[in-house]
Structures are given as C-alpha cells and as structure tokens.
C-alpha cells in the first residue's frame, strides 16, 4: 500500500511528538516519587524529633517551679507522639515512656525515673534518626536511578530524534533536487532529461507527469524544428531585404534583429548587437542610444560614408495575443526629400525677393497715377487703380510670407531677444491695424494688467504675431463688432490673448490650424501660412502657442512668452 507524502510527515510529526512526551512522562513519574519521599521524611521523622525535643525539654522542668505546666506540656507531646509512631521498635519504646511517665503522675517525682524516661526518649531519637538516614539514602538512590534511566531514555530519544531529522529531509529534499535539475534541463531546452524516482507518494506523481511533459515537448521540438529553421531563415533574408533600416526589440529589452542597413548606420557587426540587452548596446554605441531614447520623429541627420543622410523614425509595436511582444524601429531614408524640401525652399526665396522688386516698383507707380499733378483720373480709372493697388498688397503679403517661411524651413530664423514691455507691443500692433479696424467699424479692446513684468523677445517677430492675430480677429468678425487683446502674468511667463466674437473654428481643426497651408475649410483668403510662422516665431524664443474656440461664439488665439 504506497503511503502518501502527506502521511509520512503526520507519522514524522507524531512520532517526534511521543518521543518528547516518553521523556516528558519519565521525568514526571520520578520526579513526582522523589518529591513524595522527601515529603515522608519530613512527615514522619522530622515531627518525632520534635516531639523528642520538647519532652527533653519539658523534662527538665518536672521539678521546677512550673511543674504543673510542664507536666502538661510532656503530657501533650507524649500524646502527639502515641500518634506519630511510624518506625519498627518506636512503639515499644514509647509505650515504655508512658509507663515511667504514669507512675511519675501516681507517686510523684523519683529520682531514678528522669534518666531512664532520658534515654527512652534518646533511643526514638535514634530510631528516627536511623530512619532519617536511611530513607535518605533511599531517595538519594533513587533519585541516581531515575538519572540513569532520563539518561538512558533521553539518549534514545535523541538518537533516535537525530536519526529522523537526518533522514527525513532527505525524503523531501532529495526528489525537490532531481526535479529542480529536471526543470533547469528542460529551461535549458534540453528536451531528454528525465526524472526516475521509484516513489509512489506525491513526488512519484510529480516525476511521472515530468517525464510525460519532457517527452512530448522532445516529440515537439524534433516535429517542428526544421520548419522553425526554414521559418526562421525566410524571416531573416524577409528583413535584411527591406530597404528600410530595421531593428527589432523585445518587451525585455533584448535585441532580436537589426537588418544589414540597421547594422551599417550603427557601424556594429551583428554579433555585437543581435540578442545583447539594449541597455548593453546603449553604453556603447550613440545612435543607438539616440534611438531608444528620442520619443519624437523629428527628422534627424545621419553622416553615412561622409554624406550626410536624412532619416525619421518610425515604432512599430509587435502584438501576440493581444499582449505586446515587442516593437521595430524603422528608419525611412527621406534624404531625397530632404535635398528636394531645400531647393524648393531656396527657389521659392530667390523667386518672391524677386518678386517684391517689381511690385514695389508698380506700386510706387500706382501711387503716381493717384497725384493729380500727373494727371487726373476718372472715377473708374480710380477705381481699377484702387483694385491694383489691393492686388499688390495682397501679393507682397504673401511674398513676405513666402519669405518668413523660407526662413522658418531653413532654420535660419534671426532672433534679436530684447527686454521689451508687452504694453508696447500690443500698442505697437493695435496702431498698424486702426484703419482696416475703422473700415469695419471694429472696436479693440485693450486689456493690459497693472504692473505687468518685461518680458525678453524679439520685438519685431513677436509684434507680427500679434498683428497677424488681429488682422484673422478683424477678417472674421462682423461689422461693428468688438476684439479683445489682453496680456496677463500667469506664473513666470506672460500671456497674450486676442479674441474675436466670430463665427468661430469648427474644433476638429484646432490641432490643424497650426500646420502649414492647412485653411479651415470654407475660407478663401490667405494662404495657410500666417499662423504656421507665428508658431514657429513663438517656438523659436521657448514659448508656446495655442487656440481655443466655440462654434459661433467667436474664437481666442494665445500664446506665452518666459518673463525676463
């Protein structure tokens, strides 16, 4: 009948346990024995002594003036002792004591009598001595008896305890040990380790179902490892064929892959890299740090082979389960488009610097035909003069942004940081733009806090901003309409506020109506390229730029610049 592992430690436990309660039991027993003897001693002995001592006493005084006392006291003692007779030979001495004792009661003192009632007394002394002594040396004999057999049993109990406690966690330990060197093979993909405990508890259970999972994962690995190779290889030549650096991470920081472009930007072998920590492959090598680190995909430059390369980043994660497995940093090569974005940043420069002569020019001469000294125009003459001169306008305007915006793409954005006051710019901004407010009738409110702090930007960018804010407040707002621009101090940064009462932005646009050529749909002036520069004139000097709006209710345009 096999015994189960949960029983052989019950039965270990209970046996530990009547080992100690053997002992426990033996030293009570002897214990208790030696305890009741020394008590006999002192029961029985020890009061005949007593009583031994004050009849002697009490003796003496017979013939004293208390003899009526004393023979009272002798008298009781006598009597306690008649009932505390316990050794062989004390009765018959005692009983002798009473004779001599009587006779002194029924004749009166005689000499001859005290020495013989004396050494009455002194032989039940001695009987009880000799008892004393003797049962002494009993107990002492026994106590050394029970020494030897607490001893004894104390010996076994631990040799036998010992022998348990040696051998019993080897009946656990052993079977933990061949399991755990099973499981550390099988970790170690080494699919033909096998347990053998000829056990029939828990842990023959436990090695039979090993054995059965260590077979069927051996039967697995050999069934599917050549399709694994072939899955593998195609996967391999899959990547290294992308035109695209790649490199492929896991959700432990381990390095799957990195194709032969990936490995010839980071300028690594793939031993170096491939199955490494990333941590590992960070400390040595900068772009790869770059990588892991930049959590934006702003282009960025790489110098390949002394020319320099364009690159953005793209992260691709990796599921299995609906569970992340990992992600893939993909470098898309966008030098071409880069090399492209340049020239058409140069053309479209050198084409509106060209442009602004010959408008200035035809605008000089549009002014021209308006003096009457030159000669006078018909009303419809003025008209189409008026018309020329709108169109020009509109033409150098865009020009001028064509210009800023060519500046912005090149990263060449001149910044002249002075400590200006925000009342001045505002002022500056509301004075450039009272006659298109006057032809619309639009009143601008100015809401400026007291004492607000200097603030250090370029006056000139931050002014055209703010001009281009009210000239969008002014276009879109109904006639004899009103426009808020305020400035406030909000922690270490002071903010500008323009808002209109217009028709608003649709919300969905608000994360748009910053980018370049992007125009809310259903307006037609412009060119989308105002709000995109005044992003980038208020970014280049570390603020920050934003818009709010209500459909129908008008919208805010804000932005925030350090105070000095």
């Given at each position: 009948?096999?015994?189960?592992?949960?029983?052989?430690?019950?039965?270990?436990?209970?046996?530990?346990?009547?080992?100690?309660?053997?002992?426990?039991?033996?030293?009570?027993?002897?214990?208790?024995?030696?305890?009741?003897?020394?008590?006999?001693?002192?029961?029985?002995?020890?009061?005949?002594?007593?009583?031994?001592?004050?009849?002697?006493?009490?003796?003496?005084?017979?013939?004293?003036?208390?003899?009526?006392?004393?023979?009272?006291?002798?008298?009781?003692?006598?009597?306690?002792?008649?009932?505390?007779?316990?050794?062989?030979?004390?009765?018959?001495?005692?009983?002798?004591?009473?004779?001599?004792?009587?006779?002194?009661?029924?004749?009166?003192?005689?000499?001859?009598?005290?020495?013989?009632?004396?050494?009455?007394?002194?032989?039940?002394?001695?009987?009880?001595?000799?008892?004393?002594?003797?049962?002494?040396?009993?107990?002492?004999?026994?106590?050394?008896?029970?020494?030897?057999?607490?001893?004894?049993?104390?010996?076994?109990?631990?040799?036998?305890?010992?022998?348990?406690?040696?051998?019993?966690?080897?009946?656990?330990?052993?079977?933990?040990?061949?399991?755990?060197?099973?499981?550390?093979?099988?970790?170690?993909?080494?699919?033909?380790?096998?347990?053998?405990?000829?056990?029939?508890?828990?842990?023959?259970?436990?090695?039979?179902?090993?054995?059965?999972?260590?077979?069927?994962?051996?039967?697995?690995?050999?069934?599917?490892?050549?399709?694994?190779?072939?899955?593998?290889?195609?996967?391999e030549t899959v990547i290294n064929s992308l035109k695209d650096a790649s490199?492929?991470?896991?959700?432990?920081?381990?390095?799957?892959f990195a194709n032969q472009q990936a490995l010839q930007l980071l300028n690594?072998?793939?031993?170096?890299?491939?199955?490494?920590?990333?941590?590992?492959?960070?400390?040595?090598?900068?772009?790869?740090?770059?990588?892991?680190?930049?959590?934006?995909?702003?282009?960025?430059?790489?110098?390949?082979?002394?020319?320099?390369?364009?690159?953005?980043?793209?992260?691709?994660?990796?599921?299995?389960?609906?569970?992340?497995?990992?992600?893939?940093?993909?470098?898309?090569?966008?030098?071409?488009?880069?090399?492209?974005?340049?020239?058409?940043?140069?053309?479209?420069?050198?084409?509106?610097?060209?442009?602004?002569?010959?408008?200035?020019?035809?605008?000089?001469?549009?002014?021209?035909?308006?003096?009457?000294?030159?000669?006078?125009?018909?009303?419809?003459?003025?008209?189409?003069?008026?018309?020329?001169?709108?169109?020009?306008?509109?033409?150098?305007?865009?020009?001028?942004?064509?210009?800023?915006?060519?500046?912005?793409?090149?990263?060449?954005?001149?910044?002249?940081?002075?400590?200006?006051?925000?009342?001045?710019?505002?002022?500056?901004?509301?004075?450039?733009?009272?006659?298109?407010?006057?032809?619309?009738?639009?009143?601008?409110?100015?809401?400026?806090?007291?004492?607000?702090?200097?603030?250090?930007?370029?006056?000139?960018?931050?002014?055209?901003?703010?001009?281009?804010?009210?000239?969008?407040?002014?276009?879109?707002?109904?006639?004899?309409?009103?426009?808020?621009?305020?400035?406030?101090?909000?922690?270490?940064?002071?903010?500008?506020?323009?808002?209109?009462?217009?028709?608003?932005?649709?919300?969905?646009?608000?994360?748009?109506?910053?980018?370049?050529?992007?125009?809310?749909?259903?307006?037609?002036?412009?060119?989308?390229?105002?709000?995109?520069?005044?992003?980038?004139?208020?970014?280049?000097?570390?603020?920050?730029?934003?818009?709010?709006?209500?459909?129908?209710?008008?919208?805010?345009?804000?932005?925030?610049?350090?105070?000095?």
């Amino acid at each position: 009948m096999a015994v189960k592992l949960k029983t052989k430690v019950a039965l270990g436990g209970l046996f530990l346990f009547a080992l100690l309660i053997l002992v426990g039991a033996v030293s009570f027993f002897y214990f208790n024995r030696l305890t009741e003897d020394s008590k006999e001693i002192v029961k029985n002995n020890y009061e005949t002594l007593n009583y031994s001592r004050d009849m002697m006493k009490e003796l003496d005084a017979l013939t004293g003036k208390d003899s009526i006392t004393a023979f009272n006291i002798f008298e009781k003692t006598l009597q306690s002792q008649e009932e505390n007779i316990t050794e062989t030979g004390e009765k018959e001495m005692t009983e002798s004591l009473r004779k001599k004792f009587n006779r002194i009661k029924q004749e009166g003192m005689i000499d001859s009598l005290p020495p013989l009632i004396r050494k009455d007394i002194g032989n039940i002394m001695q009987v009880n001595l000799k008892a004393i002594d003797n049962k002494n040396q009993a107990v002492q004999a026994s106590a050394e008896r029970a020494k030897t057999i607490i001893t004894i049993c104390l010996t076994v109990c631990l040799l036998l305890g010992f022998t348990f406690l040696f051998n019993f966690p080897s009946l656990v330990a052993s079977p933990i040990a061949s399991l755990t060197e099973g499981i550390k093979a099988i970790a170690n993909k080494n699919y033909e380790q096998r347990v053998h405990l000829n056990r029939k508890d828990e842990f023959g259970d436990l090695a039979n179902a090993f054995n059965s999972m260590a077979e069927r994962l051996d039967e697995y690995e050999h069934s599917n490892l050549s399709r694994i190779m072939f899955e593998k290889q195609r996967a391999e030549t899959v990547i290294n064929s992308l035109k695209d650096a790649s490199i492929g991470i896991d959700n432990k920081g381990i390095v799957l892959f990195a194709n032969q472009q990936a490995l010839q930007l980071l300028n690594l072998k793939e031993a170096d890299i491939v199955s490494l920590p990333q941590e590992e492959v960070k400390k040595r090598n900068d772009l790869f740090r770059f990588l892991i680190n930049e959590q934006n995909n702003i282009p960025f430059k790489i110098v390949v082979e002394g020319k320099e390369n364009y690159f953005t980043k793209e992260v691709v994660d990796i599921s299995y389960q609906n569970n992340k497995a990992g992600h893939v940093i993909v470098l898309k090569n966008i030098t071409p488009f880069k090399e492209l974005d340049v020239a058409k940043t140069n053309f479209i420069a050198t084409i509106s610097h060209e442009l602004k002569t010959p408008l200035a020019s035809s605008d000089f001469s549009l002014k021209l035909l308006e003096d009457e000294r030159v000669g006078t125009l018909t009303s419809e003459q003025k008209e189409l003069v008026q018309s020329l001169k709108d169109d020009n306008k509109r033409l150098l305007r865009i020009l001028s942004e064509l210009l800023d915006m060519s500046q912005v793409e090149s990263g060449k954005i001149q910044l002249t940081l002075t400590t200006v006051q925000p009342c001045g710019l505002i002022d500056k901004a509301i004075g450039s733009l009272q006659n298109a407010a006057k032809q619309k009738n639009v009143t601008i409110q100015k809401h400026i806090a007291e004492n607000i702090p200097a603030i250090k930007a370029d006056a000139d960018k931050t002014t055209w901003v703010l001009n281009n804010f009210l000239t969008n407040a002014i276009r879109y707002s109904a006639d004899n309409a009103e426009i808020i621009i305020s400035a406030l101090q909000q922690g270490n940064n002071i903010i500008f506020r323009v808002q209109d009462f217009g028709k608003g932005i649709d919300p969905q646009y608000k994360d748009k109506i910053f980018d370049r050529y992007f125009q809310v749909p259903g307006t037609k002036e412009g060119t989308g390229l105002g709000l995109a520069i005044c992003k980038e004139f208020i970014e280049a000097q570390e603020g920050k730029i934003w818009m709010e709006s209500v459909l129908g209710k008008g919208a805010t345009f804000e932005f925030e610049l350090p105070i000095v």
